[in-house]
């Protein structure tokens, strides 16, 4: 299996304010996902990243590949409290495999 | 969109008892499907990928024979944990691919909350 870190575990924020999760390996990785998950219920893909170097933008969301391949990051402007929840990374390795990342949960006050 | 459909959402059992998760693509034959185990607090960890008509592939440290996989159609892959014990107690989540040529993305079933008494 191989190994994703993601930091901070934890972040809370006012409404308004930006804010940046990080996702890194030692392995390189087929393609990168990004996840949202509520309680209770599976994960949503949000984006997937493939090509090193790689910026993808959701609206607020703004998803950057590392050139090698082993890291990613997710950036969300101007957040709202309609962007609480649990973001996870996985990266994709196999035939499809996914290893997550811990997750880190957003908390935005209104 | 492609649905993936997970039943049921929670399950209270007594020790030793045994309970099947069930996983079902809706939109779209998935010759392989995933399963996932989620602790309070904690990330997916992958625990076998399911093939349809073959046995189930398991990852390091998952007892395949406590934990059944079944994937005898396209569209249905089903988890059977046997003789449960309150360390079992997790949220269990299904994942199921779409056929190569379709997209090949992934999706996730919306989980199963596994209480043992």
């Known amino acids: 299996t191989q190994l994703l870190e993601q930091s901070p575990q934890f972040l809370s924020i006012q409404e308004g304010e930006n804010l940046t999760v990080y996702c890194n390996s030692s392995?390189?990785?087929?393609?990168l996902q990004w996840y949202r998950q509520e309680p209770g219920e599976g994960p949503v893909l949000l984006v997937t990243v493939v090509t090193g170097g790689e910026v993808k933008k959701l609206k607020r969301l703004t998803f950057q590949f590392g050139d090698a391949r082993k890291d990613s990051s997710l950036h969300i402007t101007a957040a709202q409290p309609g962007d609480t929840g649990l973001y996870l990374c996985?990266?994709?390795?196999?035939?499809?495999?996914?290893?997550f990342g811990a997750g880190t949960t957003v908390t935005v006050r209104a | 969109g492609a649905v993936v459909s997970q039943h049921p959402s929670w399950v209270i059992c007594k020790s030793g008892t045994s309970v099947k998760i069930e996983c079902r693509s809706l939109?779209?034959?998935?010759?392989?499907m995933f399963w996932y185990r989620q602790f309070p607090k904690q990330s997916l960890m992958l625990m076998a990928t399911s093939n349809e008509g073959s046995k189930a592939t398991y990852e390091q440290g998952v007892e395949k024979d406590k934990f059944l996989i079944n994937h005898a159609s396209l569209t249905l892959s089903t988890l059977t944990v046997t003789s449960a014990h309150p360390e079992d107690s997790s949220f269990y989540i299904c994942?199921?691919?779409?056929?190569?040529?379709?997209?090949?993305?992934?999706?996730f079933g919306s989980g199963t909350q596994l209480s043992v008494l």
């Open positions: 996985a990266g994709a390795w196999g035939d499809y495999k996914l290893s």
């Open positions: 994942s199921a691919r779409e056929p190569a040529g379709v997209g090949e993305k992934l999706f």
């Open positions: 939109d779209f034959q998935a010759t392989t």
């Open positions: 392995s390189v990785f087929s393609s």
